[in-house]
């Protein structure tokens, strides 16, 4: 998050549907500045009976944020 002292930094909770889920936009002012996604759907590739591991599952997360906000990644 970086320096919480310079400026007035603010976390909004982003609403998903699945409890396991959630997500996070941190503003400093008016200014979007990061977007965190927290899954917690549990991982465990030892309940698998073969030799080799199950793979572990991917999401993809979609978001809408104004046209004003430009970055990367």
């Avoid at 030799?51 to 906000?69: H, K, M």
């Amino acid at each position: 998050m970086g320096d919480l002292t310079k400026g007035t930094t603010a976390i909004a909770n982003l609403p998903l549907q699945d409890e396991e889920e959630a997500a996070y936009a941190a503003y400093v002012g008016d200014m979007l500045k990061r977007v965190m996604v927290i899954n917690m759907h549990e991982y465990n590739y030892t309940t698998n009976s073969s030799a080799a591991p199950s793979p572990r599952p991917s999401q993809t997360y979609t978001f809408n944020v104004p046209q004003g906000c430009s970055g990367f990644g």
